[in-house]
């Protein structure tokens, strides 16, 4: 057991797709706008069988588009920079965020900023509907270096981030009560209550029948392996595919080593489906997962839990998981682009906006100065995790890879050859790429 000082529980998070977070909660109300008000419209989600109507912009001064959940805390930073600049500003919610924009952005109907995740960047980009952000390196000095690089595409910053995301190492300490410095040493704390017949498994790491390359990449990356290469800038290279190289070639036949026909540690029986409910119900000692699961773990667990970044194998590199970011964009067709990049230049980009936007939302803040007053100890794990990790790429060719190197894994983890599994999916993805 431990002790803890927790202002508020991370929100709920659930993943769709292995990638995409659609995080739960409740939208503003909407309502007539003064300079010091924002309104707050959501897009209803369709009916089955039914089409969403397209997202339509509203009429203050400045428009802002957000995920629904994400418009209350939004709104708050939005009504001091109304107030301020004597404006009106409507964030508005929209269920589905990304196409949405492209698709308003180029019919000239769209927001002035858009809040959403980095790895959007490149599609935006490639689709001509985000402007660079006129930042100078000293205004990002006070950042979290990997959010910066999140946000960067093509060596040019598109976002400013505000909060960061990515995957740990849950254990229920009745099992797991000590820190762990390899992934061995984690299925080690656990196995000697799998062998007593206890526990059902040292170690939770989803896969499923279609297999999920987002939660193997810590594994993959400690091991060796590398989806996208980067150049001599830093950027990751849509020509240099990895998947088929020999240190992604030799990590795959290391994670084969914790497979069904292996340790059986991973297995695809544990999925999306039932992977919380595993270990919430005390049958596994530890699992990787991210902020969305700690609402039921804590409820589960009370303070009997612990977190700290994903382990890498014994002897490896480090674990790299995915992480994530979430910023402001500054719409390339918006009607008041001077507003934009003010409201992204000054309105957040302060250490008093970034305190709000953590306040509301209690996700892992970009800005050094915010996250060092933080006290939620399970919030500065989740920083450190995202920190230790590499932002996942917002290549449009990121399309192409996640499903099918998805399947190898579960294929792989079913005991699979690696080598012909892993060449077999690089020409797959390889060839897809080529096709876009």
């Known amino acids: 057991m431990r002790t803890r000082t927790t202002r508020t529980t991370v929100r709920s998070f659930a993943v769709v797709a292995s990638v995409s977070f659609l995080l739960t909660g409740c939208s503003g109300g909407g309502g007539e ?4 008000d924002t309104t707050a419209t959501t897009a209803a989600a369709p009916a089955a069988g039914e089409s969403a109507a397209p997202a339509v912009r509203g009429d203050e001064d400045l428009i802002i588009w957000a995920e629904p959940p994400r418009v209350e805390y939004i709104q708050k930073i939005a009504d001091v920079f109304a107030e301020e600049n004597g404006i009106t500003v409507g964030v508005q919610g929209i269920v ?21 995740a980095h790895d959007w960047i490149g599609q935006l980009v490639q689709n001509g509907a985000v402007d660079p952000l006129q930042l100078s390196p000293d205004d990002l000095a006070g ?15 598109y976002a400013l981030p505000y909060m960061v995301e990515s995957v740990a190492l849950y254990c229920n300490t009745e099992y797991a009560p000590d820190t762990y410095a390899s992934i061995e040493d984690v299925v080690a704390a656990g196995q000697p209550a799998v062998d007593a017949g206890t526990l059902d498994l040292p170690l939770i790491l989803q896969q499923g029948e279609l297999g999920d390359a987002y939660h193997m990449q810590p594994l993959f990356t400690s091991a060796g392996g590398y989806i996208f290469g980067r150049d001599a800038e830093g950027n990751y290279d849509p020509t240099d595919l990895g998947l088929n190289k020999p240190e992604s070639i030799a990590a795959a036949e290391k994670i084969a080593s914790l497979g069904e026909t292996g340790a059986d540690t991973i297995r695809r029986s544990i999925s999306s489906d039932n992977y919380l409910s595993l270990f919430t119900e005390g049958r596994a000692a530890c699992m990787v997962s991210g902020p969305w699961a700690l609402p039921d773990v804590q409820e589960a667990l009370g303070e009997n839990y612990s977190i700290q970044p994903v382990p890498g194998f014994a002897g490896m590199q480090p674990a790299q998981p995915f992480m994530g970011s979430q910023g402001f964009m500054v719409a390339s067709s918006g009607e008041n682009k001077a507003f934009a990049q003010e409201f992204v230049a000054n309105g957040v980009n302060n250490e008093e906006a970034m305190q709000i936007l953590f306040e509301a939302s209690n996700q892992p803040p970009a800005m050094v100065s ?59 993805i390889s060839q897809a790429i080529a096709g876009q």
């Not at 706008?33 to 010091?36: G, K, L, N, P």
């Not at 308003?104 to 002035?112: I, L």
């Open 33 to 36: 706008t003064t300079s010091a």
């Open 143 to 157: 950042y979290s270096e990997t959010a910066v690089d999140a946000s960067t595409y093509e060596s040019q910053l």
């Open 96 to 116: 589905n965020p990304r196409q949405e924009f492209i698709t308003a952005n180029s019919a000239g109907n769209g927001p002035d900023v858009i809040a959403g």
């Open 370 to 428: 915010v996250r060092e007053g933080v006290t939620d100890e399970d919030v500065l794990t989740f920083a450190t995790a995202a920190d230790q990790g590499a932002p996942m790429p917002a290549l449009p060719a990121m399309a192409e890879v996640f499903a099918p190197l998805g399947q190898a894994w579960s294929a792989i983890v079913g005991g699979a050859d690696p080598t012909e599994t892993m060449n077999q999916t690089s020409e797959t």
